[in-house]
């Protein structure tokens, strides 16, 4: 089984990044979920981007964190974002409730 890793970097707007390498599987499934939250919540960046770009998978716990992340970026007016998702991830994560708009640079 591949290895997977979340990697978190700021941007030089001061963005959060999370880019995930690997298929990203129940097994990261609580650690993906708890930074979300933490940096929505403590952190409280303008945006936060989650970079699929190396993740060709998300099981469909972690398509449903990042997409409750959203909704509770809203709430704590922070803009998270969905970048370089598969065209497949992409559809997925509409189905499962994020807004199109948030989903950006589609491969």
């Given at each position: 089984?591949?290895?997977?890793?979340?990697?978190?970097?700021?941007?030089?707007?001061?963005s959060?990044?999370?880019?995930?390498?690997?298929?990203?599987?129940?097994d990261?499934?609580?650690?993906?979920?708890?930074?979300l939250?933490?940096?929505?919540?403590r952190?409280?960046?303008l945006r936060?981007i989650?970079?699929?770009?190396?993740?060709?998978?998300?099981?469909?716990?972690?398509?449903?964190?990042?997409?409750?992340?959203?909704?509770?970026?809203?709430?704590?007016?922070?803009?998270?974002?969905?970048?370089?998702?598969?065209?497949?991830?992409?559809?997925?994560?509409?189905?499962?409730?994020?807004?199109?708009q948030?989903?950006?640079?589609i491969?």
């Open positions: 089984m591949l290895s997977s890793v979340l990697e978190v970097r700021t941007g030089p707007d001061g959060v990044v999370i880019h995930p390498h690997g298929s990203i599987g129940a990261k499934a609580v650690e993906l979920r708890q930074l939250v933490h940096t929505v919540r952190v409280r960046p936060l989650v970079d699929l770009a190396d993740a060709p998978e998300l099981d469909s716990i972690n398509l449903g964190s990042v997409v409750a992340a959203c909704d509770l970026g809203d709430d704590h007016q922070v803009a998270v974002f969905v970048d370089n998702a598969s065209v497949s991830l992409a559809d997925k994560l509409t189905a499962a409730g994020l807004p199109r948030r989903v950006r640079g491969c």
